[in-house]
């Protein structure tokens, strides 16, 4: 028998825990589009997740789920060795209020779901 230390991943889910907000999937998609952040023909070409990833800077934390929400933000995970939690979520709504305007509500989402 093998016993194996150290991390075990589970392949069967994902996770995330980020700090930012969550929007509806088409409503996010035509906020892009408005924005002029990308086309209709990129997004039919790459699909949201990758047009998301390349149009919005600053904001690490960018999950599409299968409930047709989208999550942005960044992922605690991101946390600089010298920036507290307060600084942390001061540049998140710093940077979100820049893209989507004044009145922003971040908050914590932590999700795990079956791939």
């Known amino acids: 028998m093998k016993i194996r230390q150290g991390f075990v991943s589970n392949s069967s889910s994902s996770s995330f825990h980020l700090y930012g907000v969550e929007m509806d999937r088409n409503e996010f998609q035509k906020m892009i589009l408005d924005k002029g952040l990308t086309t209709q023909d990129e997004l039919d070409k790459l699909g949201l997740d990758e047009v998301l990833w390349s149009a919005v800077q600053g904001l ?18 991101y946390i600089g060795d010298d920036e507290t939690l307060k600084a942390f ?14 009145d922003v509500e971040c908050k914590e989402y932590e999700e795990v779901y079956p791939d």
Do not use: M, P, Q
């Open 60 to 77: 690490e934390g960018i999950c599409i789920s299968a409930w047709d929400a989208v999550y942005f933000g960044r992922f605690y995970s």
């Open 89 to 102: 979520k001061e540049n998140v709504e710093k940077a979100l209020k820049e893209f989507l305007g004044d």
